[in-house]
């Protein structure tokens, strides 16, 4: 048993977008920590072979599964007919998520509708329909959701993302609340700039948008490793959050409590405690 996250050994996770950055990572804490994997991302992706040797080296059981996410009509028949075949999940991780940067009246009804697809419809069907079958058989289940920063903060460019994001969250807590009584826990995890091919078509001037970026974000003025997303996801999918519910977890760096980037204007920071280091003059 993983003595730090108490709760995940010999669990059912299904988690949806497996084959990207932060799923991978995903994928591989969740193994690490014991759990059963049932693996989902589009139709005709197959596992990432540096995934396939994480887990093979891990001793992971696990299954992959193709759905396609914006069929929202088809995801229930998906639930049940994977539980029937691959067992029960206890944590459901609503991971996948598309984004497409285009000014709001470049955007089309097309690209809304596939936004809130895939970012909020999805999640909504998957966890719905996971959450009849946990008080079905009274497992005290965990459901965790991928959201964003902008979920909680407007970006421009972004108008679709941003508000399947905001759905997502208010989503999230209407579930807790209802779900609350079955001791089911329903809770958001927020990125923000993470190291993955996610922002790749986005269009953007991306060395100088990075390194602006990059200046922006408290914490050493770096984005996060995928992995560094995982650890958030397995404290809330663990017993350590038992009594965590309805909670957005804000994982960015501090660029959301950063609300107007000063620090460059603030001069060097002076360590006043170097001074008491230095012996006094005549000190043996």
């Known amino acids: 048993m993983n003595a730090a996250l108490p709760g995940l050994e010999g669990t059912g996770v299904l988690l949806t977008g497996a084959a990207g950055g ?3 990572a995903l ?7 014991g759990s059963r994997l049932l693996l989902v991302d589009r139709p005709g992706t197959t596992e990432p072979a540096a995934l396939t040797r994480a887990l093979d080296a891990l001793g992971a059981t696990r299954v992959w599964l193709g759905q396609d996410l914006a069929d929202t009509e088809r ?13 029960p999940w206890d944590v459901l991780v609503n991971n996948a998520g598309i984004a497409q940067m285009a000014r709001f009246n470049e955007v089309g009804l097309d690209g809304w509708r596939a936004a809130m697809a895939v970012d909020l419809d999805a999640p909504f069907v998957l966890s719905a329909r996971t959450a009849e079958h946990l008080v079905h058989e009274g497992r005290r289940g965990r459901i ?12 421009p460019g972004l108008v679709a993302y941003n508000a399947a994001k905001g759905g997502l969250e208010l989503m999230a807590r209407s579930l807790a609340v209802e779900l609350g009584a079955f001791g089911i826990t329903v809770n ?3 990125p923000g700039m993470v190291h993955t091919p996610f922002a790749g078509d986005f269009g953007l001037d991306w060395p100088r948008f990075e390194a602006y970026y990059r200046e922006h974000i408290p914490l050493e003025n770096r984005f996060a490793q995928a992995a560094e997303i995982a650890g958030p996801v397995l404290f809330l999918a663990s017993t350590l959050a038992s009594y965590v519910t309805g909670h957005a977890l804000v994982v960015d760096g501090g660029v959301l409590a950063n609300q107007v980037p000063r620090e460059q204007f603030l001069g060097p920071f002076h360590d006043r405690l170097a001074d008491h280091d230095r012996p006094a003059e005549g000190a043996l």
């Open 144 to 155: 965790v959701m991928i959201s964003s920063k902008n979920g909680l903060q407007a970006e």
């Open 75 to 87: 995801l229930a028949e998906f639930v049940d007919t994977t539980w029937a075949r691959h067992g």
């Open 27 to 33: 994928a591989i804490a969740f193994a690490t920590a």
């Open 22 to 24: 932060i799923g991978q």
């Open 188 to 190: 958001t995890v927020c």
